[in-house]
């Protein structure tokens, strides 16, 4: 039986076009394989807790000196527990400031940690999360995939960066941009982001 994660990042809930989006493929996943797990962190209605002292010290390991470093250790364990056991990670990152949801930055300050997700090696870092494929719904209100603001996008890169780092390579990012441009740019644009969206889950099918 495959395992999706699905991680939504919006604060905006149900309004969200990320996490609409995110439905709407876990739907499809779901037409596919009815027997399909779902896991579902919505990161913008509950978040996962920025780190602090404490939840800093508890994820660079060791064993735990308070209850607030054994809550944060116990909290990377299930956060790191749902990633590996998903087969598909789905992510819906709006774009806040020009980069990701400090909500999801919090999730993967909890999922990264050396030893566990990741190891260092006297060539670099390896990952240790491996053999999954993610699909990252990116909705932004201006265009940075291409043009003069191009260079303000700091969050694909970003999630790009984090994923590989834990060893999640296979990864297709879905955008959703001009969503601020107008409400006929905005209904294109989400229109597009979901066939493109349905369009690489079906040729992913094929290819399986």
């Known amino acids: 039986m ?8 919006s604060a905006l809930g149900g309004a969200s076009v990320s996490k609409q989006l995110a439905e709407k493929a876990v739907a499809q996943l779901r037409a596919q394989d009815p027997h399909l797990r779902v896991v579902t962190r919505d990161l913008g209605e509950t978040p996962v807790p920025h780190l602090t002292t404490d939840g800093a010290t508890a994820i660079r390991g060791g064993e735990p000196a308070n209850a607030a470093q054994k ?44 030893g566990v997700t990741f190891r260092y090696t006297e060539t670099g870092p390896v990952g240790l999360v491996t ?25 694909e890169p970003h999630l790009r960066t984090l994923l590989g780092f834990i060893g999640i390579t296979d990864v297709t990012f879905v955008r959703a941009e001009k969503l601020a441009f107008g409400p006929e740019l905005r209904e294109q644009a989400i229109g597009n982001a979901q066939a493109v969206l349905e369009r690489h889950i079906e040729e992913r099918r094929r290819a399986a």
């Open 71 to 114: 809550a944060t250790q116990a909290l990377s364990d299930e956060l790191i527990a749902e990633l590996k056991a998903a087969d598909t990670i789905i992510i819906g990152a709006p774009m806040y400031n020009f980069g990701i949801a400090s909500t999801l930055k919090a999730w993967f300050d909890h999922v990264l940690r050396a």
């Open 131 to 155: 053999g999954k494929r993610a699909i990252v719904i990116e909705t932004r209100g201006g265009l940075y995939s291409e043009g003069p603001a191009q260079p303000f996008d700091s969050q």
């Open 2 to 9: 495959s395992t999706v994660l699905v991680l939504n990042s």
